[in-house]
């Protein structure tokens, strides 16, 4: 009874199968393409950035292949174990030996056996039986030969060895270097997308704005029109400004997905993930605090580009003591046993051996003295390029410094240019209704208009720009 149940019950799950993997299927799609939007602040976007960046991730699989190059070297300097296992067959060979005399008798020498060790006397038992006989010969068959052999070798002293542990440990360190330098580009295009979304949709909302504006002047026009107070002209005036208002939109929106996009890829996101920016245009404005990276002094010891510069300074070193040591002898040590596994009757090797292997370098015709003279040189210029670094760093400081000091001025002048030109473009406006002012001259002052907002959302993208590559240098984003 309890076989038929399970029986049917297997039955009615086969039925469902179908069913179920259809449904987890049609779940899987709908994550897939119906997730939720996801609303980031720029640090929001920056540490996820950091997570999911596919070029940070490979740099941080630097970081790992630099640690096990760093085992690989000091795995050179531990016991090393090698197993071998060799056969060999000579098609049973037979050995013809002739020891002369025929029916000559044999010669027997004077031998002391106390002299002898076991291995002796088994030697002179197989020339005894090889000699015997009337012949005054013998035949020796070659049989097939086996050996296990296991070898175990420590480097005893090795300078070279040692400088090259500390240049692996070195060379671990420059990757873990090149994943902060790698994160800090990282978070500078992520956040300079950032705000290029926000600059892009502030002007997308002024467009917008603006083209709503127009459209209720172009109505007032029309009713004019119709009154018999204003011309056609005016109208149609109107509507070419709002057809030129309403192409730039579509160009910015274009923009807008286009920079969404963009940093998508740079957070490691799909092209179909939603996102919402939890911040404002004023909001990045109010935040950059502008006054405090001018007053920032330069720190060299932070900026991850002269780090790593001295990191491979340090490791140009190690270089050339390893080129140094050279000219100094290695010692390494071994010992073997080899198990006979077939041997034939006639074998005197030994099963146990050890020894030690001295290695000196005497002359190499110049070749050791010319690397080690190269490794220097390129140790002089890696100095040199530090201290270049050096300096081109300070200069850098003090222009980007200049920059946001300029941009910062600049956007103070554009903001106020706007405020006077929305003024203006009201007063205008005003007038057009009045009938003080033509068509034409309310299409030009909007154009001012425009024009004074695209010229202070120029100075705001340059503002943050200057900011950014400012906090970029002092390793501050």
Known sequence: MCLVRKTLNHFYYMKRKPMIIGAAMLLIVTNFYGQE????????????????NKELQNARKDVNIAEEQYKETRGQGLPQVSGTFDYMTNFNYEAELDFGGGDTDPVVPDIDPTQFDAGDMEILKLLESMSAGSSGGSTIVLEDQA???????QLIFGGQYWVGLKTA?????????????????????VVSSYQLILVTEEIVTILSKNIENLE????????MVQAGVKEQTDADQLSVSISQLENQKKSMERNVNLNYNMLRYQMGLPNEQEIVLAESFDDV???????NALSEALELEQNPNYRIVETQEGLQKKLVDMEKWAFAPTLTGF????????????????????????????????????????????????ARNREML??????????????????LENYTTQKEN???AKRILKTTENKYKQGIVSSLELTQVNSKYMEAHSTFLSAAMELIQANIQLKKLHNNL
């Open 390 to 407: 050096e300096e081109q760093l300070k200069i850098q400081d003090n222009q980007l410094k200049f920059d946001l000091a300029s941009a």
């Open 335 to 382: 010992y073997s046993y080899t198990e006979k596994i077939m041997t034939s009757g006639f074998d005197l090797s030994p099963k146990n051996a050890a020894g030690l292997t001295l290695n000196v370098p005497i002359f190499s015709g110049g070749t050791r003295k010319s690397k080690l003279e190269q490794a220097r040189l390129e140790l002089d210029k890696v």
């Open 169 to 189: 440990k070195i060379a671990r360190e420059l990757a873990s270097q090149n994943v902060e330098i790698t994160a800090l580009d990282v978070k500078e295009r």
């Open 147 to 153: 050996n296990a052999k296991v070898q175990v070798s």
């Open 418 to 420: 706007v405020e006077v």
């Open 216 to 223: 209720a002047m172009k109505a007032h026009t029309q009713n």
């Open 285 to 291: 404005i109010k935040e950059m605090n502008a006054s």
């Open 37 to 52: 939007p996801v609303e980031l602040s720029v640090k929001e976007a920056t540490e996820l950035a950091l997570e999911k």
